[in-house]
């Protein structure tokens, strides 16, 4: 069992940033891939971005290539988001997940999800 807590969301306004965390409890948690997915009003949630487990591969979502940063502290248990040029389309509920295998692209292929964050983009 692997326990997730998401912090550091917030309301910005578009072209701030936004730093989020992910903490994780257990001892394996450096044996996971990681992800972080977002789910806006009335959306499906969508995949953002993953991290293999030794942070060596790093996977994005379009949308999102070339203004958010996924890195990872496996000595602090923490994964991290890190949003920069953020836009009113990026204001959604933030989720991180552990992988279970398969595609680092699809929600099935996680397991542990966190209770997410906040995060609002105002124009």
């Known amino acids: 069992q692997v326990q997730l807590v998401e912090s550091g969301g917030g309301l910005v306004q578009a072209g701030g940033s936004l730093r989020l965390s992910c903490v994780a409890s257990?001892?394996?948690?450096?044996?996971?891939?990681m992800g972080w997915f977002r789910q806006a009003p009335g959306k499906e949630r969508d995949f953002v971005a993953a991290?293999?487990?030794?942070?060596?591969?790093?996977y994005y979502a379009d949308s999102v290539k070339g203004r958010f940063t996924i890195s990872r502290n496996n000595a602090k248990n923490t994964t991290y988001l890190r949003m920069n040029s953020l836009e009113p389309e990026d204001t959604a509920v933030y989720y991180c997940?552990?992988?279970?295998?398969?595609?680092?692209?699809?929600?099935?292929?996680?397991?542990?999800w966190g209770q997410g964050t906040q995060v609002t983009v105002s124009y």
């Open positions: 257990g001892r394996t948690f450096s044996s996971y891939a």
């Open positions: 991290i293999t487990w030794s942070g060596g591969n790093t």
């Open positions: 997940a552990t992988h279970t295998g398969g595609s680092y692209y699809a929600l099935s292929d996680y397991k542990y």
